[in-house]
């Protein structure tokens, strides 16, 4: 099965930038679509940032024009850039890889990302 580590979490001021990293390891993950989730305390799952195998991408609407998405799949990697940070962006953040051909939906443990005001 697929292995996610994910990187780059810290805490910063609002307004300032992080780039968030998802390695895969044993698995390549080309075919898969990946994405960025997060989870606040008390709060569900929810997407940030999805990129498919054919490079097409969404965003939820409370990060449009902040964030931005990329995969680079010789390095089995996905990254999330994240600017103009803001305080509600607080949360853990997940990277997501999924194969709807094979039925598989793979997560990684997380990196926590705290924006301070």
């Known amino acids: 099965q697929v292995q996610l580590v994910e990187s780059g979490g810290g805490l910063v001021q609002a307004g300032e930038s992080l780039r968030l990293s998802c390695a895969a390891s044993g698995r390549i993950l080309s075919i898969y679509t990946l994405g960025w989730y997060r989870q606040a305390p008390g709060k569900q799952r929810d997407m940030v940032a999805v990129?498919?195998?054919?490079?097409?991408?969404n965003f939820a609407d409370s990060v449009k024009g902040r964030f931005t998405i990329s995969r680079d799949n010789a390095k089995n990697t996905v990254y999330l850039q994240m600017n103009s940070l803001k305080p509600e962006d607080t949360a853990v953040y997940y990277c997501?890889?999924?194969?709807?051909?094979?039925?598989?939906?793979?997560w990684g443990q997380g990196t926590q990302v705290t924006v301070s005001s």
């Open positions: 997501n890889a999924n194969s709807s051909l094979a039925a598989r939906n793979y």
């Open positions: 990129i498919t195998s054919g490079g097409s991408t």
